[in-house]
């Protein structure tokens, strides 16, 4: 592999404003590396090369004429297949959208490329982004980098890792119930969920839009707090986009944390928690007191029902999201229907996998009128309890920090029979996309087989400044970040 892939995106951009690798350079690294392990990884649903030379082109150009690089400018990225990229397919990882165009390019990706970084390929994910093995694509499994029997986890799997493998710098995801923070854990990347509202989701396939996030993935959290300023902002186009200015993320990277506050969540501390992980938490806990931070145990008593207000208010989202793919607005159309009813059914029984299959009967079921009362209305009314608890927390807090799950990556198929278990992987991610807050998974050490351990970090709405300097506090008094996945290396 070309060593210079092994650098963060902050170093290669700024070689590239050096002059000491052009941006083409180092797309055509990125792409050769693709072609050279993506056989092994499933990361890449589909490569954009042509759109990702041209980008690379105009940065060169602008090089050569010495004018001033915007940020990230010419750093490879991975985009999610859910998300629009004129010129490249959209698929979500379904059948049903296997051959649909994008029409038009959704905000964060006109941002990409407004800032010249070039979109290497659509990366793999959980079909609709609903998993979290990457396991649910109609087309292919991802494979974990650090072992190749393993889950990558989901549904964000292959943005997570594509950047793992060192195939891309940087990658996009999509998290609605920890579709980004998790699969960072498994690959051992640091990813990032913004404030609900903070990053615009036009031109995103909405899974449930009142928890649908786009963020950043990358191997360094300076590179993810650089890569959330070039995403954000408000936008017309999303009326759920905050009309906030947008902040310099990375200037509070090195503040000191002496004296700041910080809550460990005790409910995700017990016994379900793996050893290794358990003691990656702690060993954080000791940074941060070594740094002069305070930490104090806090106890969530609500948090345990978040699984369940999840997979009531997500699944009656998405039955309605995704009522448009139906063979005449959008996605597989049936061949021989004998009329308009059978079309649909058909259409759509051919073209969607189980478990979008089963989130959408859960939620038309929690929706219908004999018992919305009972199952969405009391959702609702308890989304409202864990956001009043967290609130709370945070009044004596600056941040809360947990595992960002209990456990490494599991053997591939190990969890696909038992959908209950599968849920429960996001025990500790889902309760950010209720509340609303910004939330982060950084690189916290390895389990007794060298799978990757996540820590994940939570703060308060719209304070991503006090988060990425949290997570980058950590980050430095370790190497974690420093490791790369063995299984790749070895088998480039
Ligand atoms: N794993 C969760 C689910 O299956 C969350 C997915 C996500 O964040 N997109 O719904």
Known sequence: MDEILKKSATEQHK????????????????????????EKIGAFNSITEEIALNTAKKVDEMVAAGEKLPLLAGVPLALKDNMNLIGSKTTASSKILENFVSPYNATVTQKLLDNGIPIIGKANLDEFAMGSSNENSAFKKVHNPWDLNKVPGGSSGGSAASVAACEATLALGSDTG??????????????????????????????????????????????????????????THDSTSLDIPVEHYAQHLNDDIKGKKIGVISDLMTDAVSEDVRKAVEHAVN????????????????????IGIYYILATAECSSNLARFDGVRYGHRTSNPENLIDLYCKSRAEGFGDEVKRRIML??????????????????????????????AFKN????????????AFELGARTADPLAMYLTDIATISANLVGIPAMSVPAGFDSDGMPI????MT???????????????????????QFAKDVCACA
């Open 460 to 482: 308060p709405q719209l304070k991503e400044s006090d988060l990425f300097n949290f997570g980058y506090k950590f980050e430095q008094e370790n190497d974690f970040y420093k």
């Open 178 to 235: 920890g579709s980004i923070r998790l699969p960072a854990s498994f690959c051992g990347v640091v990813g990032m969920k913004p404030t609900y509202g903070r990053v615009s989701r036009y031109g995103l396939i909405a899974f449930a839009s009142s928890l649908d996030q786009i963020g950043p993935f990358a191997r360094t959290v300076e590179d993810a707090a650089n890569l959330l300023e070039v995403i954000s902002g408000h936008d």
């Open 363 to 392: 939620g038309t079921y929690a929706l219908s009128s004999g018992y919305y009362d009972a199952y969405y209305k009391k959702a609702q009314q308890m989304r409202r309890l864990v956001a009043d608890e967290f609130n709370e």
């Open 397 to 408: 807090v600056d941040a809360l920090i947990s595992p960002t799950c209990p456990n490494t």
């Open 287 to 306: 940074v941060y007191k070594s740094l002069g931070a305070e930490v104090v145990e806090v106890s969530l008593p609500k948090l345990k029902y978040s």
């Open 15 to 38: 070689m590239i404003a050096e002059k000491q690798i052009s941006a083409t350079e180092l797309t055509k690294a990125s792409l050769k590396r693709i072609n050279d392990v993506d």
């Open 454 to 457: 996540g820590l994940q970090i």
